[in-house]
C-alpha cells in the first residue's frame, strides 16, 4: 500500500468513490442525506473545492482509503465557494441547510491556535482492519508533528474514538448537531517531538 497525495481535480471521483463507501453507515452522513443519495457528489465537492489537501490510499490499483485535511489557517477561497454551492445542491437538495448548520457548529468549536484540520478520512470496508486508516493518518501527522502543530478532527462515531485515541488524539467536547442530530466528538492531537 502507498499513500500518496490527492489531485484535487483529477482524483476527486476516486475520493469520492471511496468515502461514499466508507461512509455508508455514518450518523452525520445519514442527518445529512437519510437517503444515502447525493454522498458520492457531496464528497467530491468536498475534494474539489472545500478543502486545501488530499491523501490517498493505493493498495494494487485500488483506492482503498482517503483523507482529506486543512493546514493552519486555511479559509476556503471566495471562488472555491461559488463553485461548490451548485454540487452540494445537487448532492443534498433541500438538506443543503443542514450542511450549512453542520459547518457552523464544526467552525464554532475549533482551536484558535494554528492546527491541521482532519475533515474526512475513511477507509473502503473490504479493506478495514490492514491498516489503512492508520497509514493515512501517520503520513499527514508526521508533518504536524515536524512543524510542532497540533491536528484536530469530529468523530461522528464513538466507537472511533479508540483508534484515534491510538494515535494520540484526546477527545476536548462534544457537539449535539441540531434539528434531531447526532452526538460529535471534538478531538485534539498535540505534536510529538
Given at each position: 500500500m502507498i499513500i500518496r497525495p490527492a489531485d484535487k481535480k483529477?482524483?476527486?471521483?476516486?475520493?469520492?468513490?471511496?468515502l461514499s463507501r466508507a461512509?455508508?453507515?455514518d450518523p452525520v452522513v445519514r442527518w445529512l442525506l437519510p437517503s444515502g443519495r447525493g454522498m458520492h457528489r457531496m464528497f467530491v465537492t468536498l475534494t474539489r473545492h472545500v478543502h486545501a489537501l488530499g491523501d490517498l490510499a493505493i493498495d494494487g490499483d485500488r483506492v482503498v482509503g482517503a483523507a482529506l485535511w486543512?493546514?493552519?489557517g486555511f479559509r476556503q477561497p471566495p471562488l472555491d465557494a461559488l463553485r461548490?454551492?451548485?454540487?452540494?445542491?445537487?448532492?443534498?437538495?433541500?438538506?443543503?441547510?443542514?450542511?450549512?448548520?453542520?459547518q457552523t457548529q464544526f467552525h464554532r468549536r475549533r482551536p484558535e491556535r494554528p492546527h491541521w484540520?482532519?475533515?474526512?478520512?475513511?477507509?473502503?470496508?473490504?479493506?478495514?482492519?490492514?491498516?489503512?486508516?492508520?497509514?493515512?493518518?501517520g503520513a499527514r501527522l508526521g508533518h504536524c508533528d515536524g512543524e510542532g502543530l497540533a491536528a484536530y478532527l469530529e468523530s461522528s462515531k464513538e466507537t472511533n474514538i479508540p483508534f484515534y485515541e491510538k494515535h494520540g488524539f484526546r477527545v476536548t467536547g462534544e457537539i449535539r448537531l441540531p434539528k434531531d442530530g447526532?452526538?460529535?466528538w471534538t478531538m485534539l492531537r498535540e505534536p510529538v517531538s
Open positions: 483529477k482524483d476527486a471521483t476516486r475520493v469520492g468513490d471511496v461512509f455508508h453507515d486543512d493546514p493552519p461548490s454551492a451548485p454540487g452540494f445542491l445537487a448532492a443534498m437538495g433541500r438538506r443543503v441547510s443542514y450542511g450549512q448548520l453542520l484540520y482532519l475533515a474526512e478520512i475513511g477507509t473502503d470496508p473490504a479493506a478495514q482492519g490492514r491498516g489503512v486508516g492508520g497509514a493515512l493518518l447526532p452526538m460529535v
